[in-house]
């Protein structure tokens, strides 16, 4: 096992399903990738689902949820609420990177792939936190993917989409999201999705999506809405991510899931599922031209 392991350092490969086209490999598990400029990275890739060759570029995780906007809120502000910062990070459009491959469900994670890889299409996992890397399949609450090649049209990757579609404060009306993309399930459904959220967001929202850039009444961005369509306005309560200028109760990672009874779903709260589980955003390179 050491030797296969030993062995993978050897591949030259900018995405996990280069490594599974190239070299035949279709063991999950942490591999190493290579930037085009040259930089050499770990992370893990999913080369069984849908086909396999899913390179995990980031993951969302909550460590407090009590916390606004503090220390570890990498995808909102490790700030505070500021005015003068309604980028928070900014972390959703830049190069900046952190964490490792095997702790995506400790902490925070995002790695050069995020904004180097051109990819098609996303999977989402959400995974239970602090789950070792061996278990992340079988322990997900949910898992799944597009399949219409969306990316290709936003740049292929976040971080160009989110340069069209920036996280921010006093953005505009909440009508003025960006793209819903339908997604197929590889566990769960949407129902069970709609029951990971309290009663009031399942009246305004719709299951079966990947939602990028909601606004919220407040005028404030998140950045995705991981298995959900808005339909309504209080988006703070079922979507991840955002900018550094918020209503001070929704500054952090997952704004607003424990607005009313943590971990109860009551009204607007999220379960305690949804919110104790970290969420793991990989993508699928396109098909490249071997000459």
């Known amino acids: 096992q050491l030797e296969k392991l030993r062995n993978r350092f050897n591949y030259v490969a900018s995405s996990c399903k280069d490594i599974r086209d190239r070299y035949d490999e279709q063991e999950d598990g942490l591999y190493y990738l290579t930037t085009a400029n040259g930089m050499v990275y770990q992370t893990f890739c999913d080369m069984t689902t849908a086909g396999g060759g899913w390179t ?13 906007c503090t220390v570890g809120d990498r995808w909102s502000s490790q700030q505070g609420n500021d005015a003068n910062r309604p980028d ?3 972390n959703w ?42 278990h992340w399949n079988l322990a997900s609450i949910l898992r799944y993917h597009t399949s219409n090649r969306f990316l290709s049209l936003y740049g292929g990757n976040l971080f160009e989409l989110f340069q069209q579609y920036p996280v921010r404060y006093n953005i505009g009306s909440c009508s003025n999201r960006g793209p819903a993309i339908p997604i197929v399930y590889d566990f769960g459904d949407e129902e ?35 298995g959900l369509k808005p339909t309504g306005c209080n988006s703070e309560h079922y979507c991840i ?34 919110s104790e589980a970290a969420v793991l955003l990989f993508y699928r390179q396109k098909n490249k031209l071997h000459i």
């Open 93 to 134: 459009s830049n190069r900046n990177t952190f964490g490792t491959a095997e702790g995506t469900t400790s902490d925070d994670y995002k790695n050069p792939g995020y904004y180097d890889i051109s990819a098609k299409d996303m999977s989402v996992w959400h995974v239970p936190n602090n789950f070792p890397l061996e």
């Open 192 to 226: 069970s999705t709609r029951q990971f959220y309290g009663p009031k967001p399942r009246r305004e929202s719709e299951p079966g999506f990947i939602t990028f850039r909601p606004i919220n009444y407040e005028r404030a961005a998140m950045a995705i809405c991981s």
């Open 241 to 274: 991510g955002g900018g550094g200028y918020f209503h001070p109760e929704q500054c952090g990672d997952f704004p607003s899931f424990d607005w009313d009874t943590l971990g109860n779903e009551q009204d607007w709260s999220a379960s305690k599922e949804m």
């Open 56 to 68: 995990l570029v980031a993951s969302i995780h909550e460590s407090s949820i009590s916390g606004r």
């Open 88 to 90: 928070g990070d900014g």
